[in-house]
């Protein structure tokens, strides 16, 4: 844990929140009789899914000064993720996200939050930059741009962090979050100080204007990223750098909610990357991964071991 002193393998710093989602499914949400709750937010899910691949994770966020808060805190601790660096802004709550599960595709999602939300109030004064030099992976998203001062106070750790080993931008996009535009201006101002993006294909397409995956990859490639990750749902994945192109297939289950699928990638990239894999041993591993995940309820309590995931991909296509 950091609180020894040590430093941390993975450093993911943004949303933060409680997940509340139905246990019935294929019903609206004002049909809906019964729910549970999960620490849940997309900076979150990713450290998590990191711990259990047995990184030292650590989440740089806050919370509000409540019950939920106080929940989350406890989350995390439970799955390994070190919450020192979460704060509490105690005038505004923490927020809560609801689903609609309507598989195999449809999953209505309603944010209870606003741009005052605890995890946009992160300061640029309050980064623990020594441990932002010295993660393995410094993992960001974009919607950590859509409001002050957390924009700020990404800008100012990707400063400090001067693409050391993975910078990582998760192209995460919610057009909540974007209600006076400009996702796609601050996306390529991300892009430039990053040398890994992951995203799919909508996003990829927020970023850049191009629909196609390979023309999208190589224009972040072009503002700057070494390795571009797209991707493509249940058409597999697709890496990028300056020397090849790399395409995975994706695992084939019984989807039940596809939401946290993309978190689930993203912690499986973090481990492959950080253990030295070949990149194609990477995504297949991450796409096995986030499938697992899309085949399960929860968000970070879905979140796989490596045995499960090595397990699965043994029934990947050749």
Not at 99 to 112: A, K, L, T, V, W
Not at 145 to 163: D, G, I, K, V
Not at 176 to 205: D, H, I, M, Y
Request: negative net charge.
């Amino acid at each position: 844990m950091l609180l020894s002193g040590r430093s941390c393998d993975v450093l993911s710093v943004g949303r933060v929140g409680v997940d509340v989602y139905p246990t019935q499914i294929r019903k609206p949400l004002d049909e809906v009789e019964n729910f549970t709750k999960f620490l849940g937010g997309s900076a979150a899910n990713v450290a998590v899914a990191a711990s259990r691949y047995g990184h030292r994770t650590a989440l740089i966020s806050k919370t509000g000064n409540d019950p939920f808060g106080r929940f989350i805190h406890r989350q995390l601790r439970l799955y390994g993720v070190d919450d020192c660096f979460v704060g509490l802004e105690p005038a505004s709550p923490t927020p809560v996200t609801f689903c609609e599960i309507f598989p195999p595709e449809n999953f209505p999602i309603f944010f209870y939050r606003t741009s005052e939300s605890p995890d946009m109030r992160i300061r640029e004064e309050e980064l623990p930059l020594r441990h932002i030099r010295a993660a393995e992976v410094f993992w960001a998203t974009l919607t950590g741009l859509s409001a002050e001062p957390s924009r700020q106070a990404h800008f100012a750790a990707w400063e400090e962090r001067n693409c050391r080993r993975y910078t990582i931008i998760d192209l995460d996009y919610r057009p909540k979050f974007w209600p006076n535009g400009g996702e796609r201006e601050s996306a390529v101002a991300a892009l430039k100080q990053c040398n890994v993006a992951v995203g799919n294909t909508e996003e990829c397409w927020v970023a850049t204007g191009e629909r196609d995956p390979k023309r999208a990859a190589k224009a972040m490639l072009d503002l700057g990223v070494e390795i571009a990750v797209v991707k493509r749902g249940p058409e597999g994945a697709m890496v990028m750098t300056h020397d090849e192109v790399i395409e995975a297939p994706t695992l084939s289950v019984s989807t039940l909610n596809g939401l946290g699928a993309g978190d689930g990638f993203g912690g499986a990239l973090c481990h492959g990357l950080i253990s030295g894999w070949e990149l194609g041993e990477v995504l297949r591993f991450a796409n096995t991964a986030g499938a697992l995940v899309a085949s399960r309820l929860e968000t970070s309590a879905a979140m796989p071991s490596e045995d499960e995931v090595r397990k699965a991909m043994e029934r990947l296509p050749l």
